[in-house]
């Protein structure tokens, strides 16, 4: 991180929607704020149950809610949200546990590909409805991103790894312990004192907290690709 950039921390894991839209905003204006964007991939599964938190969709009004709010987010600032024929199954039953492990994994590794991995993610959820638990999906997407067959293999298998569990258990931990209660979950590092935000929702405080101005969706000028 450089002296000049102020540091952003996302908590976040790839069976929340929201989680995706702060994920793309924070991409999109990390050279128009100045920041450095650290990506901290975690357990959603964990923090609610560390925070006896209870997922919007166990309440039926927020769940009719949340299919109508993702709609217009995803046209708002452009990103193709569609929610999967099943959701509570992706969500509830299957979970995502495996793949945090995989983004995890990635993130010890090459780090470089946390980003477009957790993106293609995702993609494969919350755009075109596809499974991201079995190990041909792993595959999938890590060819997808350019990684090669023994590449992939070589992360799939350590994302089995002591090492990463532990490692994924102790970013949701730290999450947990800076006050989450869900994610996204974003810590901003400013003037020696943490800032903390929850939800995608709260981005023009997050750029009043830095010292920057909040200009909307921003796809023109940024850089991250869909």
């Known amino acids: 991180m450089s002296a000049s950039k102020k540091l952003v921390e996302l908590f976040y894991d790839v069976v929340s929607p929201y989680s995706w839209i702060g994920f793309e905003i924070l991409c999109r204006y990390r050279n128009v704020w100045n920041i450095d ?6 357990f959603l599964g964990g923090v609610m149950q560390g925070a006896e938190n209870k997922p919007p969709g166990f309440v039926p009004r927020k769940f009719e809610y949340m299919k109508k709010d993702l709609h ?3 046209c708002y600032f452009n990103i193709p949200l569609a929610q999967p024929q099943n959701p509570a ?3 509830f039953v299957k979970g995502t546990l495996q793949a945090m ?4 994994a990635t993130n010890i590794l090459q780090p ?6 957790s993106r293609e993610l995702w993609m494969r959820i919350w755009s075109r409805d596809e499974d991201i638990t079995e190990p041909a999906s792993f595959q999938a997407v890590a060819t997808a991103i350019g990684l090669s067959k023994d590449q992939a293999i070589k992360l799939i298998e ?16 730290e999450a947990l312990d800076n006050g989450a209660f869900g994610f996204p979950f974003i810590i901003a590092h ?10 995608s929702d709260r981005m023009e ?16 000028n940024s850089k991250s690709k869909i």
């Open 89 to 91: 199954e992706v969500m």
């Open 190 to 199: 400013v003037n020696s004192k943490k800032e903390v935000f929850f939800g």
């Open 112 to 117: 470089e590909l946390t980003e477009v991995l």
């Open 37 to 42: 964007v650290r990506l901290r991939p975690g």
């Open 72 to 74: 217009r987010l995803g």
């Open 205 to 220: 405080l997050l750029a009043h907290c830095l010292g920057e101005k909040w200009l909307g969706p921003l796809t023109s």
């Open 101 to 104: 492990r995989f983004v995890t």
């Open 158 to 173: 350590f994302s089995k790894s002591q090492e990463v569990k532990d490692s994924l258990k102790s970013t949701t931990q």
